[in-house]
């Protein structure tokens, strides 16, 4: 996946052969902000500026612009996946958090890569 990244805000880069341009969506966000343009440097200075609307319109409105993550993450998970997962963690001397917190970004990583 071909990804930019502006102000903490990431976007997914996809080419659109019909019509000939690369076409960019902001993830992580229920807002939808879009972008497209026929050339990388354009393609990025429309990215930029789409989050910098995005980021002006939420100021001007008074509302705390919508971030891609907080940071917390909770997992509903079977008990026996979490028992597992926490013989994991104490086998490699880390906490159940660190451990997991490893394991979801080397998946991440791979899934991009």
Not at 3 to 28: N, P, S
Not at 34 to 60: I, K, Q, T, W, Y
Request: charged share 25%; hydrophobic share 45%; aromatic share 6%.
């Amino acid at each position: 996946m071909n990804t930019m990244t502006h102000k903490g805000y990431t976007a997914r880069i996809d080419f659109d052969e019909r019509d000939d341009i690369f076409v960019g969506r902001v993830l992580g966000l229920r807002t939808i902000i879009s972008f497209h343009a026929d050339n990388v440097a354009r393609l990025r200075a429309e990215f930029e500026a789409a989050v910098d609307d995005f980021l002006r319109d939420c100021e001007e409105q008074g509302i705390k612009p919508e971030k891609p993550a907080s940071g917390r993450l909770l997992l509903r998970v079977p008990p026996e996946v979490h028992g597992a997962a926490l013989v994991a963690a104490q086998a490699a001397g880390k906490s159940l958090n660190q451990w997991a917190t490893e394991v979801l970004q080397n998946a991440a990583q791979a899934s991009t890569a």
